[in-house]
C-alpha cells in the first residue's frame, strides 16, 4: 500500500512543487495540502497521514509549533513521520541530523525527496513491527514507565521531537541580513549590494558572484550559505549550481523537452539552464 503524505507550506510554488515531486516518485498518496500551521494540526487530526512535510518558517504558527501542539495532543497515540522542508540555518539543520528527523533544503532535489520517502517507509517499517512485539507482551498498561512503550523511550518519534525543540531553542537568533555581500577579485575585496548581483555559481566548490561590471569569488563554501546572506524575494535558485537574481533575467528562452534557460543581463549574458523541478517555479514566476 503507498503511503499517506500530508504537505505544509505557506508558499504555493513550493506546496505544488512537492507535490509533483512525490506523485512522480510513485508508492506515496498526498492526501491533503495545508498552507499555515493551524491547518497542519487540523489535517493531521483529520487524515492521521504516515508522513508530513512541514515548513519550518510560516507566518503566525511555524514549523515548530506545530511539533509542540503535536507532542502535547499525541501522548497517547502515535505521530506522524516528520520531514522539515526548510531553508533554516546550518545548525538547526545538525540539529535534524542528530535526532534522525528529516529534511529537505529548498529549492528541492528530486533525489533528496526519494531519499527522506525512503526513510520515512524504513521507520514506518520499524514502528509496525515494534508495535507487532508489543502487542503480544505481557506488560500492564497501568505501568507505561516500565513498559518500554515507543512513546516513552528517549529514542521515540517523541523522544526526538522533543530533544530536537529544545536544540532548536538553544540556537542564537538569526542575524538580520546585510545588505552587501563581499567578493574576492584578485587581490581586492569589494563590498557588493545584493541588489546588483546577476547570478552565482558553484564549480568544483568555488562559486563565483557575477555582476553587469564585475566577477568575483565568495568565501562561503556552498550555495545554501551564500543563500542564507541573500534577500529570499530576489534570488531564486533555478538549478543545482546556479542561483540567479530574479531582477536580472534579461530573457527565457525556451530549451529542449519543455526545458527552459535563462539569458542573464550581464556583460556576457551568461545563459543559465533552469532544472526539470524549478520549471513550474519559472512558469508561475513570468506567467509563461
Known amino acids: 500500500m503507498p503511503i499517506t503524505a ?28 495545508g498552507q499555515n500551521g493551524i491547518e ?14 512541514l515548513d519550518v518558517q510560516m507566518p503566525g504558527l511555524d514549523g515548530f509549533a506545530v511539533l509542540k501542539k503535536l507532542l502535547e ?14 531553508a533554516f540555518d546550518r545548525y538547526a539543520v545538525r540539529a535534524f541530523d542528530v535526532n534522525a528527523i528529516d529534511y529537505l533544503l529548498k529549492p528541492f532535489d528530486r533525489k533528496r525527496v526519494l531519499q527522506a520517502l525512503d526513510r520515512a517507509r524504513q521507520r514506518l517499517q520499524e514502528a509496525q513491527s515494534h508495535n507487532a512485539t508489543q502487542g503480544g507482551s505481557a506488560h500492564s498498561a497501568a505501568e507505561p514507565e516500565k513498559s518500554g512503550a515507543p512513546d516513552s523511550a528517549a529514542g521515540s518519534p517523541s523522544g526526538r521531537l522533543e530533544t530536537l ?26 563590498l557588493v549590494d545584493q541588489k546588483e548581483v546577476c547570478f552565482a555559481s558553484i564549480d568544483e566548490g568555488v562559486i563565483s558572484v557575477v555582476t553587469p561590471s564585475l566577477e568575483g569569488q565568495s568565501k562561503c563554501h556552498t550555495l545554501e550559505e551564500l543563500l542564507e546572506m541573500l534577500d529570499a524575494s530576489l534570488f531564486w535558485r ?15 528562452i525556451p530549451w529542449f523537452k ?28 513570468f506567467k509563461l
Open 238 to 252: 533555478a538549478h543545482r549550481s546556479y542561483v540567479v537574481n530574479i531582477n536580472h533575467i534579461k530573457e527565457v
Open 40 to 53: 497542519a494540526v487540523d489535517l493531521i487530526r483529520e487524515h492521521h497521514p504516515d508522513v508530513v512535510f
Open 6 to 33: 500530508l504537505i505544509v507550506d505557506d508558499e504555493r510554488l513550493a506546496r505544488d512543487e512537492l507535490q509533483y515531486l512525490l506523485d512522480s516518485a510513485g508508492g506515496v498518496e498526498v492526501v491533503a495540502q
Open 258 to 285: 519543455s526545458s527552459y534557460q535563462l539569458r542573464m543581463d550581464d556583460r556576457k549574458q551568461t545563459e543559465i539552464p533552469v532544472s526539470r523541478a524549478q520549471t513550474r517555479r519559472l512558469r508561475e514566476l
Open 73 to 86: 495532543r499525541n501522548r497517547e497515540g502515535s505521530l506522524p513521520q516528520i520531514v522539515f522542508a526548510t
Open 165 to 190: 525543540l529544545r536544540l532548536i531553542e538553544q540556537q542564537p537568533l538569526p542575524q538580520p541580513r546585510s545588505g552587501k555581500i563581499v567578493l574576492q577579485a584578485q587581490s581586492r575585496l569589494l
